[in-house]
């Protein structure tokens, strides 16, 4: 029997032994393209003999001291790195150990901000429905899944959830990609003025949404709204970029692609690109300021804040980004776009194939026309995945709610050292299973 807490009880896991470039092996030999890079996690791909090398001279000069009595070297190399990659956007990166340990960060830096200013009356946050911000208490408020919410629904952190920006469903007849995006950002303002701005701390959003949606682009001009509704009433405006960050959809940051600058940006998967876990979340000048010249503390912490083999691990992951595999990313994204769209592009059981860079998703339909999903009780993303891992490609299949109902999408997140040979493998293996599964 295993002693190990699995979160699906009742599954049993095969016992994975071995990475090796874009694939994964399992104890029977079994190989798997990784498709979704976990959960989008592993951007270099398995073995990367340079990460190792890293976290191996880090671990033998300094595994590890305390951010209470210390800094070390590769975490100011790491912010320093981090600060250029974003142009200055951001003066100050708070490490952390994941993605939701960012998000909590980025919701009580926010708040804290404001008590330096002397406003106090602000204590909810503004998200969006069919967004995932992390597991952690703060971060599942902010998110708009409501069956991960629901159970600890007593235990909230104040938030209203807006419409995401989600053309596919959202956009109407007759109104064009941009109207849409104004209409749906101009709920922040809506909501701003229903609940009294000056209650709110900040709007939270994914630039690109992940794993509720399916790599969800926001259509041009909605960021620049919002971040235009942000100023005009004062709030902050945090985005999470923990899934979508990090080269995923072809930029350092997603949110470059927006042509905005966020108070706070979170990040972390990618980051580590699995060999570590790290998150960090990134900060403005001004927020610092704020802090500085007040508490000059932040009420927050944690024991690995800025882990040294941590940040080792990371340094060589972002010199990589900016050097060249971001960039991959948004090239090779669009082959695999294409290839996509050559192969379902017709299929009478996908509605939808978007994304950016190696961010990209299917929206699985039971009819095209009136894109209606499938009834939840099929299941039909479960069914995806374990067909799918069957025929050797990891996949990572959602639900997501559409109209109050669950819809399936497909995400797809594979290394950025894929090669045109893995894209048709992965057009294949997903052909299989959708014969198999739809
Ligand atoms: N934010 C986003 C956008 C995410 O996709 C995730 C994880 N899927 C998180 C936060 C939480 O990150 P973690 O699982 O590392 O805590």
Redesign the pocket.
Known sequence: MSHVFHRHTKHSYPTAMRGEGVYLFDDKGKKYLDGSGG??VSCLGHGDPDVIEAIKAQAESLAYAHTSFFTSEPAEQLADKLVAASDGDFERVYFVS??????EAALKLARQYFLEKGESTRRRFIARRQ??????LG?LAT?GNQWRKEPFAPLMVETSLISPCYAYRGQQDGESAFEYGQRVANELEEELLRVGPETVIAFVA?PV???TLGAVPPVEGYFKRIREICDTYGILLIL?????GMGRTGSVFAYKQEGIRPDIV?I??GLGAGYQ?I?AMLCSAEIYAAIEAGTGFFQHGHTYVGHPTACAAANVVVDKLTTGLAARSADMGQKLNAALKASFGQHPNIGDIRGRGLFQGLEIVEDRDTKSPFAPELAINAKIKKAAFANGLGCYPMGGTVDGRIGDHVLLAPPFILTDEHITEITDKLGATFAEVL
């Not at 994941?98 to 998000?103: C, F, H, L, Q, T």
């Not at 967004?131 to 952690?136: A, L």
């Open positions: 959960a989008a994941g993605g939701s340990e960012a998000v967004s995932y911000h992390g597991n952690t971060a998110g994914e949404v992940g794993a999470d970029e923990v899934m979508c979170t972390a998967k876990p998150g």
